[in-house]
């Protein structure tokens, strides 16, 4: 079972920035699932869980329109780490950000993916609150 274990959420006045960091952790079962997805997510309670960003093995990046140009998503292999840097930050930023992932043999069609029901591991968020 992996663990991804999210850090790095605080408060930040509007325009500041906030670095997100996501470690994995434990065995993902099959050692011939070698691809991968990961993304982040975020949620405002009582509405859906949103996806902001994800990356896949191949390093290709998928982007929230809301967020592109201003949140960049980054991996670093040799620390099992995944990267949120948020920059220019909004007060609709504000919610509980999650980290996600999964494994496969292959990478599915229109990789990296950005729906939560294309991944089967998760964080236990991390919160930001973005002020006016």
């Known amino acids: 079972q992996v663990q991804l274990v999210e850090s790095g959420g605080g408060s930040v006045q509007a325009g500041g920035s906030l670095r997100l960091s996501c470690v994995a952790s434990?065995?993902?079962?099959?050692?011939?699932?070698?691809?991968?997805?990961m993304a982040w997510f975020r949620q405002v309670p009582g509405e859906e869980r949103e996806g902001v960003a994800s990356i896949d093995s191949d390093g290709d990046r998928r982007y929230a329109g809301s967020v592109e140009g201003r949140f960049t998503i980054s991996q670093d292999n040799a620390k099992n780490t995944l990267y949120l840097q948020m920059n220019s930050l909004r007060p609709e930023d504000t919610a509980t950000y999650y980290c996600?992932?999964?494994?496969?043999?292959?990478?599915?069609?229109?990789?990296?993916?950005?729906?939560?029901?294309?991944?089967?591991?998760w964080g236990q968020g991390t919160q930001v609150i973005v002020s006016s």
């Open positions: 434990g065995n993902r079962g099959d050692r011939y699932k070698s691809r991968y997805n």
């Open positions: 996600a992932a999964k494994w496969f043999y292959a990478l599915p069609y229109g990789s990296p993916v950005l729906s939560a029901t294309d991944f089967d591991s």
